[in-house]
């Protein structure tokens, strides 16, 4: 990974309309309520907003028309994306769906599989999950341990999954199960795509330490599925997943979790700050333009096809580390009280507990740094 | 990268690797580069001056480089000095960047690389994400002088964002890349030290962290949370 290239970002179409007609439908629809669901806010779940920003044409945007999606190229979904992002629009309904596994479904899923899901998610109205992570499985991927065996009837499934965002509140998961008995490590996995209506299926909540309900475990209990919930080829689950989660780290949430923040620093700083706070938002600034500058030649190398894995996991580790950095940079200059009630102050109390998690979400940060060891040469 | 570009980047390597006198690179006609070609000069945009900057902040960071191509635009205010060291600053921290790897590639500690450590991969992996951040910040930093005809104002955002995030990443850089070397990183002798001396020196000049953090801030804060957002939107994408 000699020198980074800056690739060009070269949307089609009239890019700064697209931006001011967003941002105009924003300031019409947007939630005013609870500042604090603006950090962090691809997990904020909020299904009339999906449905509301779906019916706009704002969801689903590169899926084919055939399939109820608005035939966009990826780069207008970008710059979409980036908008809610830095709008800190409550986009978690529908996050997972529309940006991995509606594509994913279009890549590997079976014409039924497309006809079936693809028109929901580009609605807004389709939810979907992760089911990948288990007790025994977490950066160690390969030692899933859910099966799925072959019948006459269907697959059938038994294990368990954990950390799943969202589940509680989707109608599908995308689950990681061990198909072929006795394989082991990365061989003999696959993909099965369930609804989680389906007989045998128990979600639990786990609450996180803000307080929140937004991951869970689920239980598979003999779960029978039909044949045709197979996503892809069979046994070919470890590629096709480590394909989605490599090309997804790159993406604007990787650095803007904690833009909400920021955002109502400099409106507090007001127009002539104190140096110690001017200086912040200078380094914050310089910080935040570069990520972007990196996320989005990373975008466009990935829209022309290419597969910047390296690139993405250098935008993911920079980008965490500087929305996770963020919260404690501010703590450390502002006065603010832990239960102020001003806009500042709840957002930096919100940030401060949720950022742990950047870094570890995705994919942990020394994960992540191994696949850029990866890249130069040195594993 | 153009034909034309390529070309210049061979003159470039041809005329800097190894060089240790600025006379060569004088006769090469570097101080025209950026020179409007109706007035003598080869009418080279700032991505050619980064080019070349970046081959020179590799091959030769003791050579007044920058300064001879500036030279071409007669006296220039400090952001533009400023602008030409980032290029220089992405060019040496690659080359300590390039240095580390094939060394920790060839030295052996415990029977192994010490490349196959994890603890040095995942230092070299925070020094490569730092390396990425500049040659980023640089290109996008180049990309918009030109966008603007070097216009030092409409380009004063990036520049004051791209010396600070390369000021920032020095640290950062030379401290790991000395690191993984060892001892023989602190010798004379040994390449590193003539890219990261410079780094540590180019850091403080023309506007330290301090300087550019407010130049920034000020003019963020003068645009208010929203107000930062639209501007970054309406400069690129
Ligand atoms: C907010 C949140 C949402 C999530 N949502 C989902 C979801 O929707 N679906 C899903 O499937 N999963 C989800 N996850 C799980 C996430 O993918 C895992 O937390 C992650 O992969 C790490 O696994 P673990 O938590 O078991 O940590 P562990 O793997 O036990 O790691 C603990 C620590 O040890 C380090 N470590 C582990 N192995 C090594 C090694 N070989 N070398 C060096 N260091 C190592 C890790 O980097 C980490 O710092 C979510 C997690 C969070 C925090």
Same mark, same amino acid.
């Given at each position: 990974m000699q020198g980074f290239a800056l690739y060009p970002f070269d949307p089609p179409g009239d890019v700064a309309a697209l931006r001011a007609d967003l941002r105009g439908w924003l300031a019409a629809n947007q939630p005013r309520g609870d500042v604090v669901k603006r950090a962090n806010c691809w997990a904020s779940f909020d299904a009339d907003f999906s449905r509301a920003l779906g019916a706009a044409g704002y969801v689903g945007m590169t899926l084919p028309a055939r399939y109820g999606g608005g035939d966009r190229h990826p780069l207008e979904r970008y710059v979409v994306i980036e908008e809610l992002l830095a709008a800190g629009a409550p986009v978690g309904a529908h996050w997972i769906a529309?940006?991995?596994?509606?594509?994913?479904?279009?890549?590997?899923?079976?014409?039924?599989?497309?006809?079936?899901?693809?028109?929901?998610?580009?609605?807004?109205?389709?939810?979907?999950?992760?089911?990948?992570?288990?007790?025994?499985?977490?950066?160690?991927?390969?030692?899933?341990?859910?099966?799925?065996?072959?019948?006459?009837?269907?697959?059938?499934?038994?294990?368990?999954?954990?950390?799943?965002?969202?589940?509680h509140l989707s109608h599908v998961i995308l689950a990681l199960v061990r198909t072929e008995e006795g394989s082991e490590r990365n061989a003999g996995l696959s993909q099965l795509l369930v609804d989680l209506d389906t007989p045998g299926i128990t979600i639990r909540p786990i609450i996180d330490m803000a307080g929140h309900h937004d991951f869970n475990e689920i239980f598979f209990d003999d779960v029978l599925v039909p044949h045709g919930a197979l996503v892809g080829e069979r046994g070919q689950g470890w590629k096709q997943v480590t394909a989605e989660l490599g090309l997804e780290r790159s993406g604007?949430?990787?650095?803007?979790?904690?833009?909400?923040?920021?955002?109502?620093l400099i409106d507090a700083a007001g127009a002539d700050p104190e140096p110690a706070v001017a200086g912040l938002i200078g380094e914050l600034t310089a910080e935040i333009w570069t990520l972007r500058q990196l996320s989005m030649s990373t975008a466009a190398k990935l829209?022309?096809?290419?597969?910047?894995?390296?690139?993405?996991?250098?935008?993911?580790?920079?980008?965490?580390?500087?929305?996770?950095?963020m919260p404690r940079r501010v703590q450390a200059i502002v006065t603010s009280g832990w239960d102020d009630a001003s806009d500042l102050a709840k957002l930096l109390r919100a940030l401060l507990i949720a950022s742990p998690s950047f870094s570890l979400r995705g994919g942990t940060r020394e994960v992540i740094r191994g696949i850029i060891a990866r890249g130069l040469g040195l594993r | 990268?153009?034909?034309?570009?390529?070309?210049?980047?061979?003159? *470039?390597? %041809? /005329? =800097?690797?190894? #060089?240790?006198?600025? !006379? &060569?690179?004088?006769?090469?006609?570097?101080?025209? $580069?950026?020179?409007?070609?109706?007035?003598?000069?080869?009418?080279?945009?700032?991505?050619? *001056?980064? %080019? /070349? =900057?970046?081959? #020179?902040?590799?091959? !030769? &960071?003791?050579?007044?480089?920058?300064?001879?191509? $500036?030279?071409?635009?007669?006296?220039?205010?400090?952001?533009?000095?400023?602008a030409a060291t980032v290029s220089l600053m992405a060019g040496a921290m690659g080359q300590a960047l390039?240095?580390?790897?094939?060394?920790?590639?060839?030295?052996?500690?415990?029977?192994?690389?010490?490349?196959?450590?994890?603890?040095?991969?995942?230092?070299?992996?925070?020094?490569?994400?730092?390396?990425?951040?500049?040659?980023?910040?640089?290109?996008?930093?180049?990309?918009?002088?030109?966008?603007?005809?070097?216009?030092?104002?409409?380009a004063s955002f990036e520049i004051a964002a791209a010396k600070l995030r390369a000021n920032r990443a020095v640290g950062v850089v030379t401290a790991i890349a000395h690191q993984v070397h060892g001892a023989i990183g602190f010798t004379r002798e040994y390449d590193l030290q003539r890219v990261t001396i410079p780094l540590m020196r180019w850091r403080g000049e023309h506007g330290n962290d301090a300087y550019w953090a407010q130049v920034l801030g000020r003019q963020v804060a003068g645009l208010g949370g929203r107000g930062l957002w639209e501007s970054l939107t309406a400069r690129t994408g």
């Open positions: 529309d940006r991995q596994t509606g594509p994913l479904i279009l890549r590997y899923g079976s014409e039924a599989q497309r006809q079936r899901y693809l028109p929901g998610i580009a609605k807004g109205e389709l939810y979907a999950c992760i089911g990948l992570s288990e007790p025994g499985a977490g950066s160690d991927l390969a030692a899933v341990r859910t099966t799925a065996r072959e019948t006459s009837e269907g697959w059938r499934i038994n294990g368990q999954k954990i950390w799943t965002t969202g589940a604007p949430e990787r650095y803007l979790s904690s833009h909400a923040l920021f955002v109502a829209a022309a096809g290419e597969d910047p894995m390296v690139e993405a996991s250098v935008v993911k580790e920079l980008g965490n580390a500087f929305e996770q950095d | 990268m153009s034909a034309a570009r390529e070309m210049l980047c061979d003159t *470039a390597r %041809a /005329v =800097l690797s190894g #060089a240790t006198d600025i !006379a &060569p690179v004088e006769e090469a006609g570097f101080a025209l $580069l950026l020179v409007p070609e109706d007035e003598g000069g080869f009418g080279g945009d700032w991505s050619d *001056a980064h %080019a /070349v =900057l970046h081959i #020179a902040g590799m091959a !030769a &960071p003791d050579l007044p480089v920058a300064d001879l191509m $500036l030279s071409g635009l007669g006296e220039v205010s400090l952001p533009y000095r400023a390039s240095l580390s790897i094939d060394h920790v590639n060839t030295r052996q500690q415990f029977g192994r690389p010490l490349g196959k450590f994890q603890a040095v991969q995942q230092s070299l992996a925070v020094m490569a994400c730092e390396v990425a951040a500049v040659e980023a910040a640089a290109a996008a930093m180049a990309a918009r002088l030109d966008a603007t005809g070097f216009d030092i104002d409409a």
